[in-house]
């Protein structure tokens, strides 16, 4: 296939760049070339703000767009294209209210949810969009995405913990669930609808069972060899100063994902391929000063 993938530099549009590549087909990436492209790949160096004629003598069989955020992006997209045969969208769980009952399912009414903000509320726009001007496109909305190139300071962040033989400071009690996908599985996904082309155009992805924090860092811990010695914080601050992720519980119902693709990675194993990665390449990832809070804040915790 010809395919057009916007981004391709970075986690999830490389990590879709490479997949498509290194499975023979013949790979255009759109982006503005400030970063290092993925090799095999076609550039196409642009803004898509301003994209003129760029791509409209071009004829895709696919369009992956790995990096829209608002409704905006998806616009500027659509009216520069010239002939695409499917279009897939990679969106977000963050387009459920947290008010509606979970697991989440690809039926309920989408809305703003307060923990995510403008973030979901631009998703939701940038997807009806998409659905009013191409009505069999395929929308993807994933929960937490890990894996090799994870460039944001998750479990990378854990690995580092690992690694100086910290205590972990874990937010409460440590069961606030989470739910993960491995990003190799989302890429495997997306061929799936590519091929299998069903007639559901919307589907949640993610591993069919949450897992709680403290199990999360115990297997991020096992990569090294090694478990986790606990502090539990009770205080009342924002765990997002010493914790990677939102203290915000979700589950997102992915019935509909394992008919098509019913196998996903185990987390240990996709937990392995991030750590070897990320050994190589600590360079990429945006880490945050979590460390340093927790040395100066959080050393009495108890």
């Known amino acids: 296939m010809n395919i057009l993938v916007t981004g391709g530099t970075v986690f999830v549009s490389r990590s879709i760049t490479e997949y498509f590549v290194n499975g023979g087909h013949n790979v255009y990436v759109l982006n503005r070339g400030s970063r290092p492209q993925p090799d095999g790949v076609l550039p196409i160096i642009a803004d898509r703000y301003d994209l003129g004629e760029k791509l409209r003598g071009m004829h895709f069989d696919a369009v992956i767009d790995a990096v829209a955020y608002n409704e905006h992006d998806i616009d500027c997209l659509l009216n520069a294209l010239g002939e695409y045969d499917r279009f897939v969208m990679i969106s977000s769980s963050a387009v459920y209210p947290e008010t509606l009952p979970q697991p989440f399912n690809e039926q309920q009414t989408c809305g703003a949810n307060s923990y995510w903000g403008d973030y979901g509320t631009n998703k939701i726009a940038a997807e009806q969009l998409l659905i009013n001007r191409v009505p069999d496109a395929y929308i993807i909305r994933p929960p937490y995405l890990y894996g090799k190139m994870n460039n944001l300071y998750r479990e990378a962040f854990v690995f580092d913990c690992a690694e ?4 972990f ?3 409460r009690d440590g069961s606030m669930k989470l739910q993960f996908f491995d990003i190799e599985d989302l890429c495997r996904f997306t061929e799936i609808l590519l091929e299998k082309q069903p007639e559901r155009h919307i589907y949640n992805v993610g591993n069919t069972d949450p ?4 199990d999360w860092v115990t297997q991020c811990y096992a990569v090294f060899g090694k478990k986790p010695l606990f502090k539990n914080v009770y205080a009342d601050i924002n765990q997002r100063e010493y914790f990677p992720f939102l203290g915000y519980e979700y589950t997102l119902d992915v019935t509909e994902q394992n008919k098509l693709m019913p196998h996903t990675k185990p987390l240990a ?3 392995r391929e991030s750590w070897d990665w990320y050994k190589e390449n600590r360079g990429l990832v945006r880490v945050k000063p979590l460390i340093d809070y927790i040395e100066k804040n959080l050393s009495g915790a108890s």
């Not at 100086?164 to 205590?167: A, E, G, K, N």
């Not at 897992?211 to 403290?214: E, N, P």
Request: glycine share 8%; aromatic share 8%.
């Open 269 to 271: 194993a996709g937990l």
């Open 211 to 214: 897992i709680t924090i403290s």
């Open 164 to 167: 100086l033989d910290m205590p």
């Open 169 to 171: 400071y874990l937010p």
